[in-house]
């Protein structure tokens, strides 16, 4: 193999990158990444980022004599927007074309959007670092915050506006914050928490409208009929795989990349990280997770692997794991939480807010979470036994 | 072999525990990573480096 290609710059294809060089790859190796910054962090984005409190370089990656001692071409600012299994080839928006020995597609998500809305100043997503230092902008200039969208995002930047002292309304579809992720009773907890901190709660509600004024955002109207006045909105309302580049690749696309148990797509193709979609061996299902720890530990996996080619693969079978950091909560997940799920503390107390509890699903344990219990929790991780009855 | 971590960027996630638990621990209050051995023998490099590999904040560094 003399040539690899990664098409992703974010956390999977960097650390794609470090394990070739790690396990012995000595070819050529190119990064293509459609934003302009080396590879960044995603994570802090919402968080110290968005608050101020990094400078906006210390969610760099690596720094610029680690990414040099990778030896690899860098095609930073540069989109993907083709490939050609057949002649092994990447086609990028300049015209230009990669041929590749080894592929590995680590190209993440693009932000949802309203179908309406975004055409307005004011109106925002957060998936990037410029898009995280727009919004900053914004919100140091406007007093009135409506977050659509309550997943561990829209909670997040919801929690990081109040800590800038701004006038918070959070609004969602289900009938908690995060009751998607973690199901409704620690949802539940999760909504108490902001409503302590004066955020305005708007749970069980469709956002029918974003009217403004001259071109800038006004209000946010509800099935309801309320209005919510607006300086800035921001919309979180999920992510879908950024797949659209691969179209026409003959590549098996449905809810991300669709890979087999070692995350191979297609002879010398493999995905990592937010874009993979793969049968998870132990949890016997197709999963594709959108969290910062698979983001590496899909790419050691998909790197080996296509280094060690499919004879020798192994199948990626990780326990999953997440995090949100939200005022002072440090929420953390390992395995599946699911809404239907039975929750049973098992340890600390909920009204002291420290505590870890247990997600059952017939019985049997799925997925453990943790509010700032991280010691607690890892001890728990033991305790998942039924990965495979997680539906 | 020498272990540097950022505490500021620790996300407490304690990966670098199951990687390499001789070496790294978590602070009980907020999970933040302890380092229980500095200086540890070169045997356990290969652990130490996976769990510099896997950690979600980058928060180790080992110099070699």
């Known amino acids: ?391 | 072999m020498k272990i540097l971590i950022d505490e500021g960027k620790c996300v407490g996630a304690g990966t670098c525990v199951l990687a390499a638990a001789d070496v790294f621990d978590q602070r009980d209050e907020d999970g933040i990573v302890v380092l229980l051995d500095a200086d540890p023998p070169h045997t356990s490099l290969p652990q130490v480096r996976d769990a510099a590999a896997r950690c979600p904040a980058l928060a180790i560094e080992v110099v070699e």
């Open chain 1, 1 to 391: 193999m003399d040539h690899i290609v990664l098409v992703g710059a974010s956390a999977a294809g960097l650390t794609a990158a470090d394990t070739l060089r790690r396990e012995g790859f000595t070819g050529t190796l190119t990064m293509v990444g459609d934003e302009l910054q080396l590879p960044y962090d995603r994570p802090p984005l919402s968080k110290q980022v968005l608050a101020g409190d990094w400078e906006p370089h210390r969610s760099t990656l690596r720094q610029d004599t680690d990414i040099q001692r990778l030896d690899m071409t860098l095609r930073l600012g540069c989109r993907a927007t083709g490939l050609d299994t057949a002649d092994r080839v990447v086609t990028l928006a300049d015209g230009d074309r990669l041929g590749y020995d080894g592929l590995i597609i680590a190209t993440g998500l693009r932000p949802r959007r309203l179908p309406f809305g975004h055409e307005l100043a004011g109106v925002h997503v957060l998936r990037t670092l410029d898009e995280t230092l727009t919004l900053r902008a914004q919100l140091l200039a406007g007093p009135r915050v409506v977050v659509i969208g309550a997943g561990f995002l829209g909670s997040e930047i919801a929690a990081t506006a109040r800590g800038l002292g701004l006038d918070v309304t959070l609004v969602d579809v289900e009938p908690a914050p995060m009751a998607r992720q973690v199901g409704t009773w620690v949802g539940g907890l999760v909504g108490d928490m902001h409503r302590d901190h004066c955020v305005r709660l708007r749970m069980g509600r469709h956002v029918t409208g974003v009217t403004g004024e001259n071109g800038r955002v006004t209000a946010v109207t509800l099935d309801d009929g309320s209005r919510l006045p607006a300086d800035v909105v921001v919309v979180a309302i999920g992510s879908v795989p950024a797949t659209d580049w691969l179209a026409a690749s003959g590549l098996p696309l449905g809810d991300g990349v669709l890979c087999d148990r070692t995350c191979r797509a297609a002879p010398g193709v493999y995905a990592a990280g937010d874009v993979a979609n793969w049968p998870h061996p132990v949890a016997g299902r197709r999963v594709r997770l959108e969290q910062r720890t698979n983001a590496t530990q899909q790419a050691i996996t998909a790197a080996g692997n296509l280094l060690s080619g499919p004879a020798e693969a192994v199948p990626y079978a990780p326990v999953p794991f997440g995090w949100t950091d939200q005022y002072d909560a440090k929420i953390q997940t390992c395995g599946w939480c699911p809404s239907d799920a039975t929750v049973e503390v098992v340890d600390g107390d909920p009204q002291a807010r420290k505590f870890v509890a247990l997600y059952k699903v017939d019985g049997r344990v799925v997925g453990a979470l943790g509010w700032n219990s991280a010691r607690a929790l890892r001890e728990y991780r033991g305790h998942l036994t039924g990965i495979d009855a997680a539906r």
